[in-house]
């Protein structure tokens, strides 16, 4: 859309500390729930929700059992 892409994916379990230098990211929360660990805390999202994180903040998101996730980010910024 735009200059934007959107992805859907099924998330379960850990994924690595990162940080996007360059853009945010807006995570939407389709089905389950995702959790997403910064180093002065924690964030849970549920079904229904949508969370952004800021650019060039460090963060680690998961989830506990499988969960539908909705990622829109520029296009320039494939992961």
Not at 3 to 12: E, S, Y
Not at 14 to 29: A, G, Y
């Amino acid at each position: 859309m735009n200059d934007d892409q959107i992805q859907l994916f099924k998330a379960n379990g850990n994924f690595i500390w990162h940080e996007h230098p360059n853009t945010d990211k807006l995570f939407i929360v389709l089905e389950g729930e995702m959790f997403i660990d910064f180093r002065d805390g924690q964030v849970k999202i549920s079904k229904g929700e949508m969370f952004i994180v800021p650019r060039g903040v460090e963060h680690k998101p998961f989830t506990e059992k499988e969960s539908h996730i909705m990622l829109v980010e520029p296009k320039r910024e494939m992961d």
